[in-house]
């Protein structure tokens, strides 16, 4: 029998990190911020709806979306990140769905990484939810090696549940403050990885 598993967290917590790991021992990964790339690409329903809502001018040159003009369109304006999340999600929602469906049919465990799993209210697909964390002064250190300045960092940790209440609700917590050893001894641990994998 499967065991899916939502991997949830912070924003700079780790989760891609997480994933990585469960990925190279084996557990098939997928990660809705991919999907949610994929379906705004050239030709996609979901990038057309964008372009009547939203107008051509969020078009990037390559016919894609301009990932940094939307982004800075919908930083501030609680109204239009919902409008867009309502065309992308469901999208997402149903890739993710179905790739759960041919994990159970197969009897495979699997890993679906959603950074709003509680926000899109996601927690019922899965048969645990893990969530990264780490202390928020780590988190802002890892956010600013990545160029996003302190009005950045504090706009997305606003967008997002406090980290307590997921921690609260999710049903294991993987604490990112060491080294990736530290990680893969926490999964061992909590029987995501078995103890004979890389």
């Known amino acids: 029998m499967s065991t899916v598993y939502g991997l949830t967290g912070g924003v700079g917590m780790g989760k ?3 994933a ?4 190279k021992a084996g557990l098939p990964v997928l990660d809705t911020d ?3 790339r994929e379906v ?3 030709g996609e329903p979901a990038l057309e709806a964008i372009s009547e809502e939203f107008g051509m001018e969020f078009i990037g040159s390559d016919g894609g979306l301009d990932r940094e003009r939307m982004a800075g369109r919908v930083f501030d304006d609680e109204a239009a990140r919902d409008k867009l999340e309502a065309i992308i999600h469901p999208r997402v929602r149903e890739q993710w769905l179905e790739a759960i469906s041919g994990w159970r049919a197969s009897g495979r465990d699997g890993v679906v990484v959603i950074p709003l799993l509680f926000e899109v209210v996601a927690e019922s697909s899965f048969d645990r939810v893990l969530c990264v964390a780490c202390t928020a ?3 802002r250190q890892r956010l600013r090696a990545r160029s996003w300045s302190d009005a950045q960092i504090d706009g997305r940790i606003a967008a997002q549940m406090p980290i307590e209440e997921k921690m609260e609700r999710a049903d294991c917590v993987i604490w990112n403050e060491g080294a990736q050893e530290v990680l893969r001894e926490q999964l061992t641990r909590i029987g995501v990885l078995g103890t004979s994998l890389p």
């Open 16 to 18: 891609s990190t997480v």
């Open 20 to 23: 990585r790991l469960l990925a």
């Open 34 to 36: 991919d999907l949610a």
């Open 40 to 42: 705004v690409q050239p």
């Open 137 to 139: 002064d780590t988190q």
